[in-house]
């Protein structure tokens, strides 16, 4: 099945959206559409499947072809394709002044002669026996309720309630009643369990289809990056989200999701398990692995710190970083083993999920906010403003939180309280979980502690977001932000008191007791009994908290992590602002074994920051790695090229708008399917709609993976 235009290289479908067109039901037409596109691989399959499952962008016909009478975009009965567009010869030169001028430059268009009139009968194609028709049905089926994120096994919404059809079955017998003889002769209605068994097969061949499609492209490409979402429990086990970062043909970074890792057993053993099943099952290169970044919070940390460990024991070039996808303190906060760390996040996600049931909340709490800063009116509008976007999330988030947490307690008791009956059982429940989740002493002491170490790295983390420049800005940066963490970890035990000291004082104006959490008074009552509360907190709390920070600043942003950051020099805006005029060698050589040409890197760097070292009156330097990958001269830098593209692979630097299509379609498939009907290969086919199914090969490998089972 395609999403887009047949022809080679044609954007539309992806990023250009063009009006598409079915191939025409004559075979003689069609075999004269499949010559025009130069599509050789096409030119034995039957005129119906191609009318089927092919199509054609509007770009490729000439005005004369269209039906200027008839609305919308309506083809003449005759209509050949014959406008096509091919690549030119690329411009060199600097940077492109003109982005109209250089299109037009680069790209050529010319038509195809028309076709000879065919004066023979084109021969006919074989039919395809019942059997594999019949497959292709279930496939199409089955891919056109992934792509839209429909759980094939759960109950349909039709009004047969008697049959209790499953939305498979249910398309199924849908396209029975509008005359699929095929399926007639093949579904036999008292083996419809039979028919369920057969979809988890289905379903296997796809995802197999899926991964291994885009393992291809990634093989194609060269070196890669390997990131891991925060695992997730699908139909009772746990599994790990894998994705892959590259640099495709065209130079530009992509993200694909490459399915999930089963993620059950100790941290001893599952290491070796998850790379064997990578290497051995999905057949991933893992020796062109050149990054890893991982997501997880502390339930899981244990297990993925081994992997990561694993990883670069048997892959050393496979450098740990960090990743974009999260702000650098919730990455941090979220993978520490610490009750109080976790009560924090889980309360922020609480309260994120709060003011999402009603607009009206955020008015109530806009409301208490002006309550609390009645003589600065400034700070309460700034407050309000900061409030109206996801807070929780940002990089300031902690510092924001003990700013408002006043507000917010009045604000959620207030809801609670519901006197005018405004609210209803939901909303005020949910009320009260965060109002006795904000009034325990250990949420604030952890707030306190958190606020503090996160503004040591909070500038830092900002730019890490941030633009080309600022990243570069970042990394130079990054030894005096690892001194700063040396020094509250170095005198620990003064910091310790200061954190409980502000805690207290807080705790005293919200009228919160300060204790120890019930919890470890239920666990250790001998100890309970003994235990000073600023002792217990300062063990518990504020020392894991900094020792864990400084270790995963130290593991994030290693000495290799922080060389490949500082190649961001290579890219001329930087460049030209810095007015270096001795380039970045030291830090290049960290791609040694990866460059094309290692021993004529020096002078081809001198003359990368020649040809970028001055800029003239209006003109633009490529501020950005893909305007800088985009150059058309970068070809004749095959040093620099292979670095960029290398630089391009680090999880760290986020990806550009419509590049991370993948990880937002997974976070709306895990957000909004139902746990009873999440699926693993499900997800893959939602994740990967563009993937470009082919029913033929989908059915070939389910003949050779099933070749039993060839009856419903």
Not at 548 to 566: I, K, P, S, T, Y
Request: aromatic residues 10%; negative net charge.
């Amino acid at each position: 099945m395609q999403h887009g235009c047949v022809v080679q290289g044609c954007p539309s479908g992806t990023s250009d959206f063009q009006a598409l067109f079915r191939f025409p039901r004559d075979p003689n037409r069609s075999q004269k559409w499949v010559e025009q596109c130069q599509r050789t691989d096409l030119k034995d399959k039957p005129a119906q499947q191609l009318f089927r499952y092919y199509r054609l962008c509007g770009k490729h016909f000439e005005a004369s072809a269209f039906n200027t009478d008839a609305p919308g975009s309506v083809l003449k009965p005759d209509a050949i394709p014959s406008v096509f567009d091919v690549p030119a010869q690329p411009q060199t030169g600097k940077a492109a002044t003109n982005d109209d001028e250089t299109e037009r430059r680069g790209r050529k268009r010319f038509k195809k002669a028309p076709a000879e009139p065919v004066t023979e009968t084109a021969p006919a194609v074989p039919e395809e026996d019942d059997e594999k028709t019949y497959l292709k049905t279930l496939f199409e089926v089955l891919v056109l309720l992934g792509e839209q994120s429909i759980p094939p096994s759960a109950p349909s919404n039709g009004n047969n309630d008697d049959s209790k059809m499953c939305n498979f079955q249910a398309l199924l017998e849908y396209r029975l009643r509008w005359g699929d003889e095929v399926l007639k002769k093949k579904i036999d209605p008292a083996k419809q369990n039979s028919l369920l068994q057969k979809m988890d097969a289905l379903f296997a061949v796809c995802e197999q289809y899926v991964r291994s499609k885009v393992i291809e492209e990634v093989k194609q490409n060269g070196f890669f990056s390997l990131i891991t979402d925060e695992p997730l429990k699908i139909s009772g086990e746990w599994c790990l989200p894998v994705f892959l970062r590259y640099v495709d043909q065209s130079k530009n970074r992509q993200e694909r999701f490459v399915g999930f890792l089963p993620f059950e057993g100790n941290a001893d053993d599952l290491p070796e398990k998850l790379l064997e099943e990578m290497t051995e099952q999905w057949g991933l290169d893992m020796s062109q692995c050149r990054a890893q970044a991982h997501s997880c919070s502390g339930t899981h940390s244990r297990k993925i710190k081994a992997f990561a460990s694993k990883l670069v024991e048997k892959y050393p070039k496979a450098v740990l970083t960090f990743r974009s996808a999260h702000p650098l303190n919730l990455s941090l906060a979220n993978s520490m083993s610490v009750s109080g760390v976790q009560l924090v996040l889980s309360t922020f996600k609480k309260i994120e999920a709060f003011f999402s049931q009603s607009p009206l909340l955020q008015v109530e709490f806009e409301h208490a906010i002006s309550i609390f800063y009645p003589d600065r009116e400034d700070k309460a509008e700034e407050l309000k403003k900061i409030c109206q976007t996801r807070w929780t999330q940002r990089n300031d988030g902690f510092e924001v939180a003990l700013e408002v947490i006043e507000a917010l307690l009045l604000c959620v008791d207030s809801v609670h309280d519901n006197e005018e009956m405004r609210w209803n059982d939901q909303v005020t429940h949910s009320a009260l979980e965060i109002s006795k989740a904000i009034t325990d002493f250990e949420f604030i002491i952890a707030l306190i502690v958190l606020k503090n170490i996160m503004a040591l790295i909070q500038a830092f983390g900002k730019n890490l977001q941030g633009k080309a420049a600022d990243i570069h800005a970042a990394a130079a940066s990054l030894n005096a932000v690892l001194l700063s963490l040396k020094e509250v970890q170095d005198n620990i035990d003064v910091y310790c008191d200061f954190f409980y000291d502000d805690a207290v004082n807080l705790a005293t104006a919200m009228e919160i007791p300060v204790k120890v959490p019930r919890s470890f008074l239920r666990k250790c009552r001998e100890e309970a009994g003994t235990v000073q509360t600023d002792v217990y907190y300062k063990e518990r709390l504020c020392v894991p908290a900094v020792h864990h920070v400084v270790g995963e600043m130290n593991d994030l942003f290693c000495q290799n992590h922080r060389r490949a950051l500082g190649c961001l020099s290579l890219i001329p805006d930087i460049i030209e602002a810095n007015k270096s005029g001795q380039p970045d060698e030291e830090n290049l050589q960290l791609f040694n074994d990866d460059i094309p040409n290692a021993g004529s890197l020096s002078a081809e760097l001198k003359c990368w920051w020649v040809k970028w070292g001055k800029k003239a009156k209006g003109e633009t330097f490529p501020s950005s790695l893909h305007d800088t990958l985009q150059l058309a001269d970068v070809k004749f830098f095959p040093n620099v090229f292979t670095a960029l593209r290398l630089i391009g692979i680090l999880p760290t630097l986020a990806m550009e708008d419509g590049a991370d299509v993948a990880f937002k379609r997974f976070q709306m498939y895990t957000e909004n399917m139902a746990d009873s009907a999440a699926s693993k290969s499900l997800a893959l086919l939602n994740v990967n709609y563009n993937v470009g199914f082919d029913l033929d090969s989908l059915v070939e490998i389910y003949q050779k993976m099933y070749p039993e089972r060839t009856e419903v």
